[in-house]
């Protein structure tokens, strides 16, 4: 009978406490890009009304003073670059013009907004939401994109952290933008309104909406948007839009057909004559790069 004699190895434990963190690695790697994953799959957060913000005084006279803001984008806000995107040199703004976005926002959250009429509503919601998302990056600058700011382990982006405070209750982007803006207003013109900072984003527009501007600002914006090459734009043949026409179709009227209705109502010419002979597929696109010129 063979007698073999079994040497025992032993195994450091560095060796062992290295296949654990390599695991955890993984793990984390994993939830991340399936948590990312699940974002751009859906996208979007669905309109959900919240209710508490339906309260409004029609015969309301009462004016917001949105000055401030507008002093900010008169000193901030670049819109002759070549590429026609309006930009912010988000590295170069005083404390100056800091301290003045900061007192806007201090401001608007002093407002006891349920006791204004329906289109003073609609604009300070709107500069609300633009305001602190330009006050959001310069606290977190320098980053490549909004998407970069994270107050969780599993969040994509900062839209749900709770930001804002009206009336004694807080508010993330998204409450603002999803509960509040879409339900209660109704309008795809809003897509174009809101800025999320990015190059893919329509325009922050250089004048704050007010009652009376609401519906010029909204006719702006989706024209600048829809004849910008990052909105819509043929690429190789194929009809290329951005992804918000994706992400919230059904704001769009919920199919292809009536999105591209929407879009013609606002395309210019040699664009709106393309698109009526175009039969192929949609394409979409966004790009998260941050507005900002260096």
């Known amino acids: ?28 790697c994993y939830l991340l890009i399936l948590n990312n994953s699940i974002f751009l799959l859906k ?14 005084q029609s015969n309301s006279v009462q004016k917001i003073n949105h000055k401030q803001w507008a002093t900010f984008l008169d000193r901030n806000l670049i819109t002759n670059d070549k590429s026609n995107i309006y930009l912010v040199p988000y590295s170069r703004v005083t404390n100056k013009d800091r301290k003045i976005l900061q007192n806007y926002l201090k401001y608007l959250e002093n407002i006891n907004i349920s006791n204004y009429s329906r289109s003073e509503q609609f604009a300070y ?76 984003c329509p325009n922050l527009l250089p004048k704050p909406f007010t009652a009376k501007t609401n519906e010029m600002l909204l006719d702006e914006a989706a024209k600048g948007y829809v004849n910008h090459p990052r909105g819509v734009r043929f690429e190789n043949g194929k009809l290329v839009l951005s992804k918000i026409f994706d992400w919230y179709l059904v704001d769009f009227g919920g199919s292809t057909d009536n999105l591209l209705k929407h879009i013609l109502d606002y395309s210019e010419s040699q664009l709106y004559q393309k698109i009526k002979r175009y039969k192929g597929k949609l394409e979409y696109e966004y790009n998260w790069q941050l507005n900002e010129v260096k």
Do not use: Q
């Not at 996208?43 to 409004?56: G, M, N, Q, V």
């Not at 804002?164 to 309008?187: C, F, Y």
């Open 125 to 200: 919601w709107i500069n609300h939401y633009n305001a602190r998302t330009a006050e959001l990056i310069l606290e977190n600058y320098p980053i490549d994109s909004i998407k970069d700011i994270s107050f969780s382990f599993f969040s994509f982006g900062p839209w749900d952290e709770e930001l804002i405070t009206v009336e004694g209750i807080d508010l993330s982007l998204n409450d603002i933008e999803h509960r509040i803006l879409r339900p209660i207003w109704k309008e795809p013109r809003i897509h174009y309104a809101v800025n999320c900072a990015s190059m893919g």
């Open 1 to 28: 009978m063979l007698n073999v004699k079994c040497k025992s190895v032993s195994i450091p434990n560095n060796f062992w406490e290295y296949i654990v963190e390599s695991k955890i690695t993984l793990t984390i």
């Open 43 to 56: 996208a979007a957060p669905e309109a959900d009304l919240w209710a508490r913000w339906t309260k409004h």
